[in-house]
């Protein structure tokens, strides 16, 4: 663990060429310039000069032998937040990369953490991860946290104690899972000392009492275990020493161990040259004391998701105590300390996966990870690369909610809860109103504006990312729409059963209408409602079940008032052939009666919407028209042409030809027509006084597609003017 002191820019330059002999400084030295000249005459809370804060955070960059960019990243981290720097600026004194790390940095820097739950902790570290797209940004913040923690006695006691929960929930697990563990050990460390002060001072005075007795233990162990090393030729450093107070604390807190049990709580670290040697010394500590059942871990084998491996195990110790042992290689050493950012150092002439960012680490994990017994594992740290498809945004209160790329605040509105979705009519992000279909960010604290009589509508579904909310809309609508059958055959049906004398609650209670949805395979009275609401069944279907045939038509007979002679049109209507039917979808439903309105007669391909009417299914409008828009929106449904049903029926349209008054142009006309492969019904011709004929057709037509072939070609011919669909 390097040890805290004050850094310069020297000592930060004379590291970085300790382990990058050939780097070019300047532009080290230009990022310190411009930091200090920034940041002149602003103070810590210590009262020292700011400055000596993005030196240390720089210093800790380059005790990790990080490349170039993350250190100059350092220097700069807080002039944008903090002074009249600019992005801008960065980008042209520096480049491209520099400003987007220090941008990435700040970002992260303006978030601030309000609770400390465990389930939204975890949110908030994949949170942090999503947002750093490069893992840098994540280092450098490390290193900013790890220096504020390092001078967090200045601060106030409420600040101490919010910054260290903050960095035990978030920072320390995310240096664990990145595997930089002397971060890791440090930082809890420190949370335990601002946290618990009270456990950290009697642990530390009671480590420090026990010094002399425990060094000379370590002592007493590691020369037996040399010595049995060098018997079999192993070479071997071996070395001791307290576990870190926050892992002692932690035991203590899970009952394991007591102040009294120091020796326990001593790790032993033996670094051979190579994995075989590791094995050996195993069997050799092994045989020199007696192992816990159970303790053995084999990370060689099967590697930490963080990419850590050792061996561990723990033994009974000269005095009856536990002692725990890892055995490792250097690499694996070096992993364990460094974690990823072991692979960001500078090695044999270059950094490694300095161009392919992180990609080549989480590769090799994959490789590590292939028979990894606890998958949920794995994937933890795979996401740091996953996560960069996420947003992560915060509520009101502070929670964090993960949505989809590309999630807007009606996605967000559904995540909160379905009735604030449904309710939803804008939404403030960081404040200022938005639109619906605005694009959510990772970071942004989104508040959603409800009103009570706010319904979803059919856009929502374009507007909506999630499947979840598409889901909850279209459960809405089609319940809707299903509400309004319901209420509509329902109507239908009781006024129908009046007629007839009788009355449809009282059929209710005495089961005959069940009876009745029964014998058309429906569970309940309602489904029979909602069927008749469309056009599925008629009326008439259901008082041939309730009723005997000659009982029915006596009865129509006698039709007097406007509302009974309404009822006899109907049960009419009813009886013709629904020939458009299997053009045409309804909600999803198959066979319902449907029928083209006769005011825009609609042609296969046309926009069309469905309107539910009463007691004779649903007919069918062009979207543009006027009846249709005037229509009651209540008794709208959704409509689509069902393509692999339309070419077998043909329709009546009107078209209106204009051309000059020329001999044999009719005749031109009609051939043309008939050549398209279309009939023509009737023809109305007549001339005007400047030389100009207009004719009328009735032709019948399959779809659209047939109607435009047909326009083009008659506009293709000569002395033709003009062709229109006529709407009626
Ligand atoms: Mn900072």
């Keep these: 663990m390097p040890k805290a002191r004050i850094p310069t820019i020297e000592s930060i330059c004379s590291k970085i060429s300790s382990y990058y002999p050939e780097a070019k400084l300047d532009q080290v030295k230009k990022a310190y310039e411009l930091a200090s000249k920034a940041h002149s005459g602003q103070l810590r809370s210590s009262g020292e000069p700011y400055m000596i804060h ?44 520099i400003a987007e790390l220090v941008d990435g940095v700040t970002k992260l820097s303006k978030i601030t953490f309000k609770t400390s739950e465990e389930k ?36 106030s006691l409420l600040k101490q104690k919010i910054i260290a929960q903050e960095t ?40 420090s009492k026990t010094k002399r007795e425990r060094e000379k233990y370590i002592e007493d162990v590691t020369l037996i275990l040399d010595e049995r090393l060098k018997e079999y030729d192993i070479q071997a450093q071996v070395s001791g020493r307290a576990k870190h107070f926050f892992s002692i604390f932690k035991k203590m807190e899970r009952g394991k161990v007591t102040y009294e049990q120091v020796f326990d709580v001593i790790a ?31 990370y060689i084998a099967m590697p930490k998701a963080n990419a850590y491996q050792s061996l561990h195990t723990t033994v009974i110790g000269p005095h009856g105590e536990r002692i725990e042992m890892q055995v490792r290689t250097q690499d694996m050493h070096q992993v364990a300390e460094g974690g ?26 994959l490789e590590w990870h292939k028979d990894l017994s606890d998958p949920n594992e794995f994937l933890e740290t795979v996401k740091i690369d996953l996560f960069a498809e996420d947003v992560f945004v915060f509520t009101p209160k502070g929670e964090v909610k993960q949505l989809s790329h590309g999630a807007t605040p009606l996605d967000f509105a559904y995540a909160v809860h379905t009735d604030i979705g449904h309710k939803c009519i804008s939404a403030k992000v960081n404040g200022k109103i938005v639109p619906l279909k605005h694009r959510l960010k990772s970071g942004d ?36 729409e299903r509400n309004r059958a319901l209420k509509l055959g329902r109507e239908l049906l009781e006024k129908t059963l009046k007629f007839f004398g009788h009355s449809l609650s009282k059929l209710e209670r005495s089961g005959e209408l069940l009876k009745a949805a029964q014998s058309f395979n429906l569970r309940t009275e309602d489904e029979l409602y909602i069927r008749t609401g469309y056009g599925r069944l008629t009326p008439e279907n259901i008082m041939k079940f309730l009723l005997p045939k000659d009982a029915l038509e006596k009865k129509l007979e006698s039709a007097k008032t406007e509302d009974e002679s309404f009822l006899k049109r109907m049960f009419s209507a009813a009886k013709k052939r629904n020939e458009d039917g299997n053009a045409i979808t309804v909600g999803n439903l198959d066979d319902v009666l449907i029928r083209s309105g006769k005011c825009c007669n609609p042609l296969p391909g046309d926009s069309i919407m469905g309107f539910i009417t009463r007691g004779r299914g649903v007919t069918i409008h062009a979207v543009s028209c006027p009846k249709a828009l005037d229509s009651d929106k209540e008794r709208h449904v959704d409509v689509q042409w069902n393509i692999n049903n339309t070419s077998t029926i043909k329709r009546h349209v009107r078209i209106r030809v204009i051309c000059l008054d020329e001999p044999g142009i009719l005749a031109v006309m009609s051939q043309t027509i008939t050549a398209c492969g279309i009939n023509i019904a009737s023809v109305n011709i007549r001339t005007t006084k400047d030389k100009k004929a207009i004719a009328f057709f ?14 083009s070609a008659l506009e293709s011919k000569s002395g033709i003017m003009s062709v229109e669909r006529l709407k009626s």
């Excluded at 995310?174 to 002060?197: T, V």
């Excluded at 670290?269 to 192992?291: F, Q």
Aim: net charge positive.
């Design 168 to 207: 035990l929930d978030i920072y320390a697990p995310i240096a664990n899972r990145l595997g930089i563990s002397w971060i890791k050990i440090e930082l809890e460390d420190l949370c335990l000392r601002y946290l618990h002060p009270d456990v950290y001072y009697r642990l530390a005075q009671k480590v």
């Design 54 to 97: 993005p030196l240390g955070v720089a210093q800790t960059l380059a005790d990790l032998q990080l490349d170039l960019p993350s250190i100059i990243t350092g220097l700069l981290h807080d002039t944008v937040e903090d002074t009249a720097v600019t992005l801008n600026q960065i980008e042209t004194e520096f480049d491209k990369n």
């Design 445 to 480: 604290t989104i508040e959603i504006l409800t009103s009570a009589s706010q319904t979803p509508s059919k856009d929502w579904i374009k507007i909506v990312k999630s499947s979840r909310a598409k889901t909850k809309i279209r459960s809405y609508i089609k319940e809707q």
């Design 340 to 365: 990823i950012a072991a692979h960001w150092k500078y090695k044999e002439g270059k950094f490694d996966n300095r161009s392919h960012e992180n990609v080549e680490w989480v590769n090799r994990l």
């Design 698 to 711: 009735d032709v019948e037509v399959g779809d659209i597609t047939q109607l435009q072939k047909l326009t």
């Design 268 to 298: 032993y670290r033996i670094i051979v040259d190579n994995i075989t040697e590791c094995y050996k010394a195993l069997g050799v500590i092994h045989a020199a004391y007696k192992p816990v059942p159970g303790r053995f871990k084999d």
């Design 120 to 155: 939204q902790a975890e949110n908030f570290r994949k949170m942090i991860l999503a947002m750093a797209k490069d893992i840098r940004v994540i280092l450098v913040k490390l290193a900013d946290r790890l220096n504020n923690m390092r001078t967090l006695q200045h601060c």
